[in-house]
């Protein structure tokens, strides 16, 4: 494993995790998250053979509910917070997409 | 710099203090509210414990009380002044993570933690600063700016939920809401000398809670006193449908769990653990507190976790890995900041998008497409430490590094627990797990800003409680040299609050620390 991740193994890291990064940045988390997972490594030098994951310390989910239609989040509300909303169409508007 | 009057009735009064001078209408909701809020426009410039304070708000509810005082007679809150973390949401009320991504965001429900406060009749008086979406270990990572600790304005108050925990030091209110995922209510209370409890996984409802790590995530309360923690522990605990993770398991009168007796209690100190990386003087105070529990009838035992010196690699690829997945959702369509893109106008009430693409963007300003939108959004409404862990945790879970990175982060946490269990129910079983709560006392705003590994050695001793979804309470056990606090971290059972915080109230008895006045409150 990389203790140094490259400008590009850092540029493409932030494409997948959708985020625009400028040059400072990726020369510094290739540095940190290099310096991170390092860290991390002793972790992989632990025997787990046979140990199951844990991804969840719930012991017992509450009962299901009955499925019924009730009134959720008003619609002029949950456009309320919206960078660009369109309140009289009820819609969210983003970039154009299409052509 | 000093702020006055000290006789006022946040100094002298604790939760259960307030809520009797209240029911008994020696004092009205209003001049309690009104002390709280002076308290706050005097003293909390100098600390920036609160993002928002929402006086006229406060003012109604404390009036609306005072109108019906028939109704809150009983009522285990009434007329309390309430302060909390600024990722709790609350219906018309800004809440911002302390993010630039949520900074003009308005909910529009509250949350259940919120909810039930109301009903028990505490008085939300604001909303208090953090790290950024609750990443970090000293608030320093807040995009309003740090919160100074009143112990040592220079220091900080510990993080993530430093806001809170000096709200309650500082007698801004006398009880404060944090969250913790990795030890973000029980640090920062053990730096500002003030009692901080994370409760079991799914003791609190989390509807409502802006999300960090969901496997991790607790609510809980800070307060002066280990009583005023186990009467507000009791108000918000309890299953709630909105909240699938929430335990249906019945909550218990805390506060008669609060016996003064721990005669026969079995502490377990793991000394393996906490003999390498602890400051001196927190060693010191640390071992004299359980030099008391002992004179007071407890025995203790030593336990052995062996794989809790692995906690914080763990922590920090599973938590990082589930952050990387719950910020997702932040892409500038639905709520909350968008880069300049798009139509460019603020359509909704709340929502802010600049009215035009930004200049000096890296990839140029011209008009952009979804996708770009998406990542000039979250680069520019992200703070560092929130985009460094973004990027472990989708490295971590990216196709190659899954099973080497997270799977196996996974299978340590197992280990982890099992350690806790053995601990808890094996051959020689103990009733709670005493340590130090952090390392060493507060430090230097600045000191390890720099150096994010350096900064994530600060949760050693909470992370693995989190980890293992346990109850933990931070009780404060005396200060260093240097007049900082110290505190004493005590983990237990599943759903065992009531043994934890019995344990910690009879330690506490013995103590004057909860009595000690930071000295920004002295004359």
Redesign the interface.
């Known amino acids: 494993m990389p203790s140094r991740f490259t400008r590009d193994e850092v540029a493409a890291i932030a494409v997948l995790a959708s985020l625009e990064l400028d040059a400072s940045e990726i020369e510094l988390f290739a540095r940190q998250l290099g310096d991170i997972l390092a860290y991390a490594d002793q972790v992989r030098q632990i025997d787990t053979t046979g140990v199951p994951p844990t991804a969840s310390v719930v012991a017992r989910l509450a009962a299901d509910r009955p499925d019924e239609v009730r009134p959720s989040l008003d619609r002029d509300d949950a456009l309320a917070n919206a960078p660009d909303g369109a309140l009289d169409a009820g819609f969210f508007r983003v970039p154009r997409v299409i052509g | 710099m000093t702020a006055e009057p000290d006789d006022s009735i946040a100094v002298v009064a604790t939760v259960r203090d307030v809520r009797d001078l209240v029911r008994s209408r020696a004092r009205s909701a209003v001049e309690v509210c009104r002390d709280a809020l002076s308290r706050i426009a005097a003293v909390d410039p100098h600390l920036h414990a609160f993002n928002t304070v929402v006086a006229d708000r406060a003012l109604a509810r404390a009036e609306s009380i005072d109108r019906d005082p028939d109704r809150w007679r009983d009522a285990p809150l009434a007329g309390v002044p309430v302060a909390l973390k600024d990722n709790l949401c609350t219906r018309d009320v800004r809440t911002t993570a302390s993010s630039r991504m949520l900074e003009s965001?308005?909910p529009?429900?509250d949350a259940t933690v919120v909810s039930r406060l109301e009903a028990a009749g505490a008085v939300i008086v604001g909303k208090t600063n953090c790290d950024e979406f609750a990443m970090g270990s000293s608030n320093e990572n807040s995009a309003f700016g740090p919160v100074h600790n009143p112990w040592a304005l220079d220091r900080t108050p510990g993080g993530t939920s430093g806001g809170s925990a000096t709200a309650v030091a500082a007698r801004l209110t006398p009880v404060a809401l944090g969250s913790d995922t990795g030890g973000s209510i029980r640090q920062p209370a053990a730096m500002c000398g003030v009692v901080g409890l994370k409760p079991t996984?799914?003791r609190v409802s989390r509807y409502g809670l802006i999300a960090h790590a969901s496997?991790l995530d607790q609510i809980g309360p800070l307060g002066r006193t280990v009583h005023d923690v186990a009467l507000t522990l009791g108000v918000l605990a309890g299953?709630d449908?909105a909240?699938?993770?929430?335990?249906?398991e019945p909550v218990p009168d805390y506060t008669a769990a609060l016996t003064g007796d721990v005669r026969g209690a079995r502490i377990g100190v793991p000394r393996a653990l906490v003999e390498q990386g602890v400051d001196a003087e927190v060693s010191r105070a640390v071992n004299l507190a359980l030099d008391a529990l002992k004179w007071r009838g407890a025995t203790l035992v030593d336990v052995d976790l062996p794989?809790a010196r692995?906690a914080?690699?763990?922590y920090?690829?599973v938590s990082t890995a589930e952050a990387?997945s719950n910020l997702?959702r932040y892409?500038?369509?639905?709520?909350?900041?968008?880069a300049g893109?798009?139509?460019?106008?603020?359509?909704?009430?709340?929502?802010?998008?600049e009215a035009v693409p930004y200049e000096g963007?890296?990839?140029g300003a011209a008009?952009?497409?979804?996708?770009?939108?998406?990542?000039?959004t979250?680069?520019r409404g992200?703070g560092?430490e929130v985009?460094?862990r973004?990027?472990?945790g989708?490295?971590v879970l990216?196709a190659g590094y899954y099973d080497?990175?997270y799977?196996?982060?996974?299978?340590?946490?197992?280990?982890i627990?099992r350690d806790y269990e053995h601990a808890f129910t094996g051959t020689d079983p103990v009733d709670v797990i005493a340590m130090p709560t952090s390392p060493t006392a507060a430090f230097r705003i600045g000191e390890r800003a720099a150096d994010?590994?350096q900064m994530?050695l600060a949760d050693v001793f909470t992370v693995s409680a989190s980890?293992?979804?346990l109850p933990a309470i931070s009780v404060p056990c005396g200060f260093t040299a240097d007049r900082l606090p110290v505190g004493l971290q005590l983990t237990g059972r599943?759903f065992d609050e009531a043994t934890l915080l019995r344990v910690a109230d009879a330690y506490e008895r013995d103590t004057g620390w909860s009595k000690q006045l930071p000295p920004i409150l002295s004359r």
């Open positions: 965001f308005v529009p429900y996984y799914g496997s299953p449908p909240d699938a993770t929430s335990a249906l794989h692995y914080i690699p763990v920090y690829l990387s997702a892409d500038g369509v639905r709520y909350g900041f968008r893109a798009g139509r460019g106008t603020a359509n909704g009430t709340h929502g802010t998008a963007a890296p990839y008009p952009c497409d979804l996708k770009s939108m998406y990542a000039k979250r680069a992200f560092p985009k460094r973004i990027m472990l989708t490295y990216s080497a990175y799977l196996k982060a996974q299978q340590v946490r197992t280990l627990l994010p590994l994530y980890l293992a979804g599943r």
